[in-house]
């Protein structure tokens, strides 16, 4: 018997949220589903006007009131950033306005002392967490990017969970794929594409779990005719040189960090790192470096079929 879905796709988070779910719900479903994203996004993406993060920004070195939920993610993103030895950190702001990311510096390559000040503001521990209230140093900024649209869909999935869906997908920009599976539907397949030319590498196998991918194709910064990426090393103030990481992860926050951070690795050292991981975390991933080489982790092959 074939399978029949109905889907809808609305933009948040900056990127374009896709939800696929059985024929047999009303159309109705996807308020429900969607309001779920809206309140993430109100309320604790860094981008948002207003959002606890945004306020925490724009009181830089003053304790702000925040609520439960904001101390929760903050308090798993400052977990997770501790296995990485500062390569990750979301205090990288200023860093990525110093590249001009945000058009409010002229484009160019900053030069090493502007570098150095930047990176001197960069550190997630000193983002302070006492109950209900969180305080960053002074010209400290908080990023959300790398984590909060999958924390989102994570929330997104206990929603579903409580309603009674078991067989959807949600495509949150092609950077976060999130499978929902039962025995009737076992698994979904996710295209993974080579990020210079679109070709097609190979499908994906996800039962229940998430895909999460990080490239820095779409967004840079060209000067002098060389594109430069958005995903920058906070240790060396430049963009890391490597082209793509992919994770299958059970957790989306947690998947889409791990690509976020990964990314600043060489290929030995992704394997070293993945390995350290996996003792606290189940997931497998690739690494494709400045060379086209790709590096897996040792049960990703498995989860792949060839083309």
């Not at 948040?12 to 994203?37: M, P, Q, T």
């Not at 200023?94 to 570098?115: A, C, N, T």
């Not at 929902?180 to 190979?202: C, K, M, T, Y």
Request: proline residues 2%; aromatic residues 10%; hydrophobic residues 35%.
């Amino acid at each position: 018997m074939e399978l029949l879905y109905k889907a809808q796709t609305r933009f948040l988070f900056h990127a374009h949220i896709k939800i696929k779910v059985s024929a047999f719900y009303d159309d109705d479903i996807f308020d429900e589903l969607y309001a779920v994203l809206e309140d993430v996004d109100k309320n604790y993406n860094s981008y948002q006007p207003d959002s606890y993060i945004d306020r925490i920004n724009k009181h830089a070195g003053h304790f702000v009131e925040v609520d439960d939920e904001t101390v929760k993610i903050l308090e798993r993103v400052i977990s997770l950033s501790g296995y990485f030895d500062g390569t990750y950190d979301i205090t990288i702001m200023p860093l990525i306005r110093l590249w001009g990311f945000y058009k409010d510096k002229q484009q160019g390559v900053p030069f090493s002392g502007e570098l150095m000040n930047a990176k001197k503001l960069i550190d997630y521990r000193k983002i302070e967490i006492k109950k209900n209230r969180v305080r960053i140093a002074k010209e400290q900024e908080i990023i959300t990017g790398s984590f909060i649209k999958a924390y989102a869909v994570d929330k997104l999935v206990e929603k579903m969970a409580d309603i009674g869906i078991t067989d959807a997908i949600i495509n949150a920009g092609g950077s976060t794929i999130r499978a929902i599976n039962n025995e009737s539907h076992p698994a979904w397949q996710a295209v993974v594409r080579n990020p210079d030319s679109g070709q097609q590498l190979f499908n994906l196998d996800i039962s229940n779990e998430c895909y999460s991918t990080s490239t820095q194709e779409k967004t840079f910064v060209e000067i002098g005719g060389k594109k430069y990426g958005h995903i920058l090393n906070p240790k060396t103030g430049f963009p890391s040189a490597t082209k793509q990481v992919g994770i299958i992860s059970d957790n989306c926050m947690t998947g889409d960090i791990l690509s976020t951070a990964l990314f600043n690795e060489t290929a030995e050292g992704f394997l070293q790192k993945a390995d350290m991981l996996s003792t606290d975390f189940k997931f497998e991933g690739f690494l494709i470096d400045e060379d086209d080489k790709m590096t897996c982790t040792k049960g990703f092959d498995a989860l792949t079929h060839h083309l």
